[in-house]
């Protein structure tokens, strides 16, 4: 079973499963369950995964904070934290990309996203291998939220072949790249036109979102060169996936488009709060 994007596709993951997991790991949080992410700014819309029942909604102070379950078949269940409010009941059926609420920053939170689970038998699973823009078969074609996401908008202004726009002149180092985990290696935008965003490491995958300049993502892994050449790219280009069947480049054909941003200093730990569902 595949699921639509409950936000945009083009919206920044800021925590992935694995890093949710790894989180619960370091903190010994036991009663927790990894998900992924998303940056949105507070009011966005969210849309159901996939056809469902809506089998919980809840108005928690804490933990998941305003929150909506939808129960789907073949033992999935995704869950929809730290929203504003929702639209649906318990019991009510919805379809895949129907709005059920709108996000914002409830609950132990610490800055407007949606926290998205999915789980099968109640095991938490990455949802990021089954999250598609489109449904083949049952879900709304285009797996579209209203306003956004689209897979082919591109830059503003026209067209742009390829990934990036004009370089001030000269060659730009793209910096050292950061190592400290559990904390994401994070890439910052320099070209002054904003970056596409791809559904693959090379310029002939088709455009899946727009980075406007100086914005920061989370860096998942680096493409392989075999995957570059096989895209069309120079051998040396360098590409960077930032999400399910979402890369960005780095470097192609001699030019910079994203550097290395420097970790942010570590975090004071908190020796009498220790949350348990939180980001
Ligand atoms: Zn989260």
């Known amino acids: ?30 009663n927790y369950n990894g998900g992924i992410d998303w ?13 469902g029942t809506v089998s919980t909604v809840r108005n928690d102070a804490t933990g998941y904070g305003t929150h909506v379950r939808i129960q789907h078949a073949e033992g999935y269940l995704t869950i929809y934290g730290h929203l504003m409010d929702f639209n649906v ?10 709005v059920i609420g709108r996000s914002d920053n409830t609950g132990n939170s610490t800055g407007p996203h949606l926290h998205f689970e999915l789980r099968k038998n109640n095991v938490a699973v990455d949802p990021a291998p089954l999250l598609t823009t489109f449904l083949p078969a049952g879900g709304e074609p285009g797996g579209g939220m209203p306003g956004g996401g689209q897979p082919g908008g591109g830059m503003p202004g026209g067209e742009q072949p390829g990934p990036g726009g004009e370089m001030p002149g000269g060659e730009i180092p793209i ?3 950061p190592q400290s985990f559990p904390l994401m290696p994070r ?23 727009w980075l406007p300049p100086e914005t920061q993502v989370e860096v998942l892994r680096k493409a392989d060169a075999e995957s570059v050449v ?13 999400g399910h069947q979402q890369f960005i480049a780095q470097r192609v054909a001699g030019e910079v488009y994203a550097v290395w941003a420097p970790l942010p200093p570590p975090a004071a730990p908190k020796p009498r709060r220790r949350r348990k569902k939180s980001g």
């Open 1 to 30: 079973m595949q699921f639509l994007f409950p936000v945009p596709a083009s919206s920044i993951v800021t925590q992935s499963f694995a890093e949710h997991v790894h989180r619960a790991k370091v903190n010994n949080w036991t």
């Open 230 to 242: 096989g895209s069309g790219g120079a051998a040396n280009d360098l590409w960077l996936q930032i």
């Open 175 to 177: 910096g050292e790249e």
């Open 187 to 209: 890439a910052r935008v320099i070209s002054n036109i904003g970056l596409n965003v791809r559904m693959g490491p090379g310029v002939s995958h088709p455009i899946v979102g």
């Open 89 to 98: 009941r318990v019991g009510d059926k919805v379809k895949a990309g129907q």
């Open 39 to 51: 940056a949105v700014p507070s009011g966005s819309p969210i849309a159901a995964a996939q056809d």
